[in-house]
DNA sequence: TGCTGTCCCATTGTCGACAATCCCACTCGG
DNA sequence: CCGAGTGGGATTGTCGACAATGGGACAGCA
């Protein structure tokens, strides 16, 4: 599941205005799950009919959602054959790394000098929850807490520019993930260097936060672009279910 | 006029593949467009049926493009209330510019790195735009010919990612002018540093020209919060017409 | 006079339908 | 046997229509 910026009013007023997610925000979460999830293949073309109809709403509020993921990136729409999943290949592999590298940087500069011990706290529960998952050996799973770790500390920054984007990103990460091993494979990304990530946070130490993410960043570079490493882990089973199975869309009143 | 990225595929084959805009694509860029010029103000509502009418396009592309503004933050959709022009003010804008300076030194370094002569070049021509726009003493022409000079260097970076980002932050940018000089003006943002940025820039000097980005983009953000400047000037005329017009979306066949 | 409740209109949210386009399989001719 | 041409089926792109929600004016009551 991706994680997904939750708007935080700063003060507490006596009564904070209240905000209810559209139907499209609910279809554009549920599809960047499914992307990152591989639910839908990568370079996949996605059917419309066959996709609104799984998620329970009509062709429009579906294709209006659809163009939240193309403006992200995530999906391509090309005109007289509809929409598809991306594709990220060695080639740009770089490119998505430095934006990466950018984001995290600036935003680990920016959480070392404001974050509250919640947020770093936040951070240390991401990284434990990451090492709870690599003992389970479930390359998704270390996969998801990886990024965890990462978005969290970029979450914690507090700048709404760096976190939207770093949302974005995660999935990238996943999907260039999917291209590059040639079919539905999460690398088994297992890295050493999130220890330091998280001490150097902690101790409020910019430039060592910097540096450890660096490292980190170049490190799963390599990973990835390392030809058929012994390190990968692949699924015969590509997809959490064989059809791209999209939980229905309800309107929700949910509680807080 | 905001500048958008334009795919440029590297090599040259001998047939690189044809792509042409969609619908949905042409009136996202009007749309960009219309807030970047301040012909939609900022905070005001936009009603659907007018605006899809102007562009001469029924209400399902319409909104479909207005969800890829949604995305990139530059519009917002309340569920029963539909879609209006966001507003960046005064708590906002040290955030935007915290962004705003990571994309542009992180393309700075690219670019000193790995920018061609010809893009160099361009950057070197946004400057002398900006020059001559000086000299008209019109904000508006100044304020675009400024924003164009730094959008050209985070091109010359040649990363995607970078450069999509740089794009939105520009009309967000533009946003925020509006929204904290109170009713449609465009600061006067004479800009001596530039030439320090293209300088650096061309002597491919990547430390010089992050500092004199960084002081660039500071300045800028101290000329905005500025309370009340001297050197802003504003227009009784808000929009370039006083209806909001939007150029007919024609399907146009446009030739290389 | 000030507040509450009600009605109406404008606008949005959603859907189904039609036409245009594209892909694929098949057929025909060299 | 291989290529181009052709037709059918499926899918997308676009539109108009209907129901639902929200805002504002007006009337009623304390």
């Given amino acids: 599941m991706v994680p997904t910026p939750r708007v935080s009013r700063g003060t507490a007023p006596s009564l904070s205005p209240v ?49 939240r993921l193309v403006q992200e990136g995530l999906l391509r729409s090309t005109p007289g054959r509809g929409l598809s999943v991306v594709r990220i290949g060695r080639d740009r592999v770089h490119e998505l790394y430095e934006a990466r590298a950018s984001v995290e940087t600036t935003a680990a500069r920016i959480a070392v000098e404001r974050a509250t011990a919640v947020e770093v706290a936040a951070v ?14 479930d390359a998704r799973r270390v996969g998801d807490a990886d990024l965890n770790v990462h978005w969290t500390l970029v979450a914690a920054s507090g700048n709404p520019w760096l976190l939207r984007w770093m949302t974005t990103l995660i999935v990238e990460v996943r999907i260039a ?3 590059l091993s040639e079919e539905y494979a999460v690398r088994k990304d297992t890295a050493e260097s999130h220890v330091d990530i998280v001490e150097r946070f902690e101790a409020r130490d910019a430039d060592g936060l910097v ?25 015969d089973e590509p997809r959490p279910s064989s059809a791209p199975r999209l939980e229905p869309i309800t309107p929700t009143f949910s509680e807080p």
Same sequence: chains 1, 2.
């Fill in 177 to 179: 993930s999917f291209t």
């Fill in 124 to 137: 240390r529960a991401a990284h434990d929850d990451l090492v709870v998952a690599e003992r389970t050996e």
């Fill in 211 to 235: 540096s450890a993410i660096r490292a980190n960043l170049d490190d799963a570079v390599l990973r990835l672009l390392a030809p058929e490493s012994v390190e990968v882990e692949t699924f």
């Fill in 19 to 67: 905000t209810r997610p559209s139907t499209v925000d609910l279809i554009a979460v549920e599809l960047r799950n499914a992307v990152y999830a591989g639910a839908l293949p990568v370079g996949s073309a996605i059917r419309e009919v066959e996709m609104s109809g799984q998620l329970g709403v009509s062709r429009g509020p579906f294709r209006e959602a659809a163009q």
